[in-house]
């Protein structure tokens, strides 16, 4: 089994950064993809950003240029530092860890953009 613990949301205005973290703790830890989500009432939960074991990234076309993912392997943890954010990225950002062939979300943060 694999927990996984968000850290890192909140309010922030338009323009303004927030990072977001996702650690992972278990037995038998093999982490291979790491990623990020969001969900928002209106709309089903889609792709943010993704990073492979050997430190290959993708971001969706929304966020490029503004947030960069990251991971430290010696921790299991898996970084999203948004910068420039907009009210449009507000959301519920969850991390996505993928262990051997299985597949575990956390629990979810937070994230408003408001002025």
């Known amino acids: 089994q694999v927990q996984l613990v968000e850290s890192g949301g909140g309010l922030v205005q338009p323009g303004g950064s927030l990072r977001l973290s996702c650690a992972a703790s278990?037995?038998?830890?093999?982490?291979?993809?790491m990623g990020w989500y969001r969900q928002t009432p209106r709309k089903q939960r889609e792709f943010v950003a993704s990073?492979?074991?050997?430190?290959?990234?993708d971001h969706a076309d929304s966020v490029k240029g503004r947030f960069t993912i990251s991971r430290d392997n010696a921790k299991n943890t898996v970084y999203l530092q948004m910068n420039r954010l907009k009210p449009e990225d507000t959301a519920v950002y969850y991390c996505n860890v993928v262990n051997y062939a299985s597949n575990y979300w956390g629990q979810g943060a937070q994230v408003t953009v408001s002025s």
């Open positions: 278990g037995t038998m830890l093999r982490i291979n993809d």
């Open positions: 990073i492979t074991r050997g430190g290959i990234t």
